[in-house]
């Protein structure tokens, strides 16, 4: 009950301080120096420029998501789930990444899902595959690679095969480390929700309604992924404002450092998958093709954004080991890439 009780309070600290910055970014004064001249110095309003644009570019995609993840609360039975994936790795890996191609939503709106689909019956293993490979191997994603790249076509080839592979060479190793003990790697979910939701949607299911199930599921998964993100965002976007690029242009002189400085970026720019590749080319100049496609295959993985969104479904430890194995396949594959 003690521990309950610092879990509320802590929710409500981080909800309020969280809460007092966005206003402050919005309104531009913070509550207590309301009235008074106060003049903010010019990058404020960068990173309220570029905290509303992340906010604004990445929520169409979380509600995507919530309501997608809602509709498979509400419509999907356990058994369904269990019953379509797979039971050989072999295949269900495939199956995964295949999953990506055919739902074309990017990093903001596989978090959702995924929870969803674990909590339903699907495998971590399966879940994880269809996480990092989902945001990179759909159509649009590598449309607008194409369209951003169009000097260098072979970036498409590149980065939609070596996302599948690092996604499924994940996977593989998830499968192989944790098959006896996935759930030790999930956050408990918090029981009075769930059971309540559960309820309700019985109710309206015995009621004939289950839109109103459905939309109350896609509320509430929406206000619990919602705080993580206007963090990320706003995490984000201070840094983007006041840490300098050339510093890390300089940092990035060989191959494996302007690789890491790359990544950096990507996560700390926690950029949509879908418009991504434009802002890689902007670095054309400045960096080297197999730092650029880095970029292109860690950003939509693992960005400082979706590490929050993360972290509601998985534990720290598996969220940074995970973060670990990718980021070192992503730099073993971009140095290997034949430009």
Not at 110 to 120: A, C, D, G, S
């Amino acid at each position: 009950m003690l521990a309950g009780l610092q879990r509320v309070f802590w929710e409500i600290v981080g909800s309020l301080l969280l809460g007092a910055a966005i206003y402050w970014l919005l309104a531009g004064q913070p509550f207590l120096l309301a009235g008074l001249a106060v003049d903010w110095p010019a990058q404020w309003l960068d990173v309220k420029t570029i905290f509303l644009s992340i906010l604004l570019e990445a929520i169409p995609f979380v509600l995507m998501g919530v309501f997608f993840s809602a509709l498979i609360q509400t419509f999907v039975k356990e058994e369904t789930v269990r019953k379509w994936t797979p039971k050989d790795p072999l295949l269900a890996i495939p199956f995964a990444t295949a999953l990506g191609f055919l739902f074309p939503v990017c990093e903001c709106a596989t978090v959702p899902v995924i929870r969803r689909l674990i909590h339903k019956g699907m495998p971590v293993y399966v879940g994880i595959v269809f996480l990092l490979a989902g945001p990179v191997v759909n159509p649009v994603v590598l449309t607008s690679t194409y369209v951003a790249f169009q000097r260098q076509p072979e970036m498409v080839i590149y980065r939609g095969a070596f996302a599948a592979v690092i996604a499924a060479v994940t996977g593989l190793l998830v499968w192989l480390f944790l098959c006896r003990r996935e759930q030790s790697v999930l956050r408990r979910h918090r029981p009075a929700p769930a059971s309540a939701g559960h309820d309700h949607a019985q109710h309206h299911h015995h009621a004939g309604d289950k839109l109103s199930a459905t939309l109350y599921h896609a509320v509430d998964e929406f206000f619990e992924m919602g705080k993580y993100l206007l963090f990320g965002a706003l995490v984000s976007a201070v840094v983007q404002v006041f840490v300098a690029r050339d510093a890390l242009a300089a940092i990035g002189q060989n191959p494996f450092s302007a690789n890491l400085v790359m990544m950096g970026l990507a996560y700390v720019f926690s950029l949509c998958s879908e418009a991504d590749a434009f802002i890689a080319a902007s670095f054309g100049s400045v960096f080297p093709a197999q730092a650029l496609l880095s970029f292109l295959l860690f950003g939509p993985m693992i960005d400082l954004k979706n590490t929050l969104l993360m972290l509601t479904v998985f534990r720290l430890r598996f969220v940074v080991g995970l973060t670990a194995v990718v980021g070192l396949l992503v730099m073993v594959f971009s140095l290997l890439a034949p430009f």
